[in-house]
DNA sequence: CGTTCAGTTGAACGATGTCAAGGAGGGTGG
DNA sequence: CCACCCTCCTTGACATCGTTCAACTGAACG
């Protein structure tokens, strides 16, 4: 439905592996849309963004999705408790991923546990927002979270549609579009393309996510 | 607001030390509402709930509250990204918590990586209720998720209260009210206390919780 | 036996979802 | 290079669910 299925490509490189003790390997290019691995699947190896985004996300029976996370360039996702993966892995545009395939886990705990921390951390935080923050407060959050991911400059790119925004905040798109209309017309942000942002007030934005 | 501020007693223990490589300590013991940590404190140290229960959370400036997850005997919470705790912590009623200073993360790594991810992927599956799930879905995931934590008993002990309940399915306790009683009336559950409910139906609750 | 606090219930409101239509941008083929 | 198409996005009208505000109930405790 999300997903589709379709051979990747691996390709040479150059760049450094990050996790010592791991298995060198290449970057593998994932299409727009393309699955990196499924609920259900045997899990094992991390994964880490060389360029592009990743959504990581779990469906309802009836199709409602919900996304848990984000990931963009030198993020490192996969993380399981048991050896199977509870939720769907996509590349969300042309993302160049490094499989890291790990001899053993427990060896390597050192180097994997302030990850994991990180990643427990954003759930966290993302709970307070899809548990107590209205709709207006939670794009701005995104928005905040977007803009520091991308080292604080006033323009911001967004690799993902509205859709997948939406399932990240617990919105519809009709509400998500809503929103990005009430902040431009509030004058606090401004529409450069569909998918390209500038934010005019970053403070009105930050206290606006919290 | 919510945490009291009440010194703790030491009492003596004889059950072992979950964590090897950990300095012993005895169990501490929290009268319900006092604080364990709180939000900005310096961390450091881990916390396994002998007896009792735990309630982590998180405020806005207006003091509307999440929280993000309940913690019951024999679970480990405390951990941190950095140095510091973005959380608070209290007891919820009285609660036995043996804190474990341990001399450095890295070193137990091994042991803390499966206790931190069991966290991430609860946090991660809240997710998902609080994203996509309505009022009657959310309280019956946590009346799922409450039953299993106790061994999958046809009758539940809630440690806390409606508001509690109420802060961590990201509801007001009205809604939290009201939804008890539908369940009630629907026969799904009965209440044989405020706090003490019977679920006749399980598998009626268990595909509402998804 | 009264007081208090937690929980329940009711009525009205409001925010967000749903359904439906319209618009804009990007890609493709003529 | 233009026209068309398809997808994503936006906007509007209305429905719905959950919140808010308020009153009431009941259990626990002195």
Same mark, same amino acid.
């Given at each position: 439905m999300y997903a589709q299925q379709i051979a990747n490509i691996e390709l040479p490189t150059q760049s450094a592996v990050h996790l010592d003790g791991a298995l060198a390997q290449p970057v593998s290019f994932f299409p727009a !849309?393309?699955?990196i691995y499924a609920q259900g699947e045997k899990a094992g190896p991390l994964y880490q963004v060389e360029f592009g985004a990743v959504r990581v996300y779990r469906l309802l %029976?009836? !199709? =409602? =999705?919900?996304?848990s996370a984000f990931h963009m360039a030198g993020e490192t996702f996969g993380f399981? %408790?048991? %050896?199977?993966?509870?939720f769907f892995a996509e590349a969300i545009n042309a993302t160049g991923i490094r499989v890291v395939r790990i001899a053993a886990v427990a060896d390597m705990s050192r180097q994997l546990l302030p990850l994991a921390l990180k990643g427990l951390i954003r759930a966290q935080e993302h709970l307070l927002v899809l548990g107590r923050q209205n709709a207006i407060e939670r794009v701005a959050a995104f928005l905040v979270d977007m803009t520091e991911r991308q080292g604080g400059l006033r323009q911001v790119e967004l690799p993902m549609s509205r859709l997948d925004i939406g399932d990240y905040l617990g919105l519809t798109i009709e509400t998500v579009s809503r929103v990005f209309t009430r902040l431009k017309d509030k004058g606090v942000i401004r529409l450069l393309g569909l998918r390209s942002i500038e934010i005019l007030k970053q403070d009105v934005l930050l206290d606006m996510g919290e």
């Open positions: !849309g393309t699955e %029976a009836d !199709g =409602r =999705r919900q996304i399981e %408790a048991d %050896a199977t993966h509870h």
